[in-house]
């Protein structure tokens, strides 16, 4: 059947009014395109049917560890949907304990900056590797500057050492228990 064919057929089909019918042809590039949103349409209606499946049967088999970066670090533990237990890490818990007491006693809880940082628009206002030769690590965030004084912390804790050896090391480069800066950490209160 030919295109002229194809029209007669479609006014008899139609009721053979008067109208003028036409057949425009589609250039390749359209014809691509109207199977792209097919396609498209198809793919969005599929990843909607899994969403809807797994969102079914996820509360039965889910199992996650999160780890929250703020002070407050825990592990959560999700066995089942209804069910959340907090696993409390007692190092995580002496490390912001430390962090705390190093940022007071440094810095006055933040009040003093290193002032070789602060002229640069940066932060030291827990003490981190400055030890009187000269040269200092300056930090561009807060949140880097704490970063950073927590690994230190956590590095020292799997050394074994104890808090108050954690708390001379840090100020003295000694490894020992007794110093003046432990004493002093005792009165902070936190």
């Known amino acids: 059947m030919d295109i002229k064919q194809k029209i007669q057929a479609k006014k008899v089909e139609l009721g053979n009014k008067n109208k003028e019918l036409s ?17 498209a349409v198809a793919i969005v209606i599929t990843e909607m049917i899994i969403v809807a499946v797994i969102g079914l049967t996820a509360p039965q088999i889910i199992w996650v560890y999160g780890k929250l970066t703020a002070e407050n670090k ?7 949907a209804e069910e959340i237990k907090e696993v409390e890490d007692p190092q995580m818990k002496e490390r912001a304990e430390l962090r705390k007491i ?3 006693l440094e810095s006055s809880k933040g009040v003093n900056n290193y002032s070789k ?3 640069q628009g940066k932060f030291n206002r827990t003490g981190h590797a400055i ?4 040269s ?13 004084l927590d690994q230190y912390i956590k590095r020292r804790q799997n050394e074994n050492m104890s808090r108050d050896e954690i708390l001379c090391y840090y100020n003295t480069g000694k490894k020992t228990e007794n110093c003046k800066y432990a004493e002093d950490a005792k009165l902070v209160k936190l």
């Open 23 to 39: 057949i425009k042809p589609i250039s390749l590039k359209e014809r691509i395109m109207r199977k792209i949103r097919r396609y």
């Open 74 to 80: 825990r592990v959560i533990e999700i066995s089942n």
């Open 102 to 104: 190093i940022f007071t």
């Open 131 to 134: 030890d009187g030769s000269g």
């Open 117 to 119: 940082c602060k002229e």
């Open 136 to 148: 200092y690590i300056c930090f561009d965030t807060e949140e880097e500057e704490m970063l950073e």
